[in-house]
């Protein structure tokens, strides 16, 4: 049975930081081949990427975000992680994991190709 189940999400003031996590299992495929996504969706907005990792650990971030989100991944648990810092009141969102099991995150742009989704964890980021 497939799982994907994100966490850590919280309502912080502008400037703090948050370290999100997603734990897969039952993925059809080996969890290290997988490229892996960060996505987010605020109210009334298009789901949108956050960041990316693929197989080869090589990352890929939205202008929005690059410089204060890190993202990373461990395979021997298969769990990825976010780390948020220096959040803004514009981060606040619905933030999802998601697989897509083309390894190298050529598809990033494609949100529809992405698989397994999870329910998600709700960050709010006051000013």
């Known amino acids: 049975q497939v799982q994907t189940v994100e966490s850590g999400g919280a309502s912080v003031q502008a400037g703090g930081s948050l370290r999100l996590s997603c734990a897969a299992s039952g993925y059809t495929h080996t969890y290290s081949t997988y490229c892996m996504g960060w996505f987010r969706q605020a109210p009334g907005k298009e789901r949108e990427g956050v960041a990316f990792?693929?197989?080869?650990?090589?990352?890929k971030y939205a202008a929005a975000v690059k410089g204060r989100f890190t993202i990373s991944r461990d395979n021997a648990k298969n769990t990825l992680y976010l780390q948020m810092n220096s959040l803004k009141p514009e981060d606040t969102a619905m933030y999802y994991c998601?697989?897509?099991?083309?390894?190298?995150?050529?598809?990033?742009?494609?949100?529809?190709?992405?698989?397994?989704w999870g329910q998600g964890t709700q960050v709010t980021v006051s000013s």
């Open positions: 990792i693929d197989d080869d650990f090589r990352t």
């Open positions: 998601a697989a897509d099991d083309v390894g190298g995150c050529d598809r990033s742009d494609y949100v529809e190709l992405f698989v397994y």
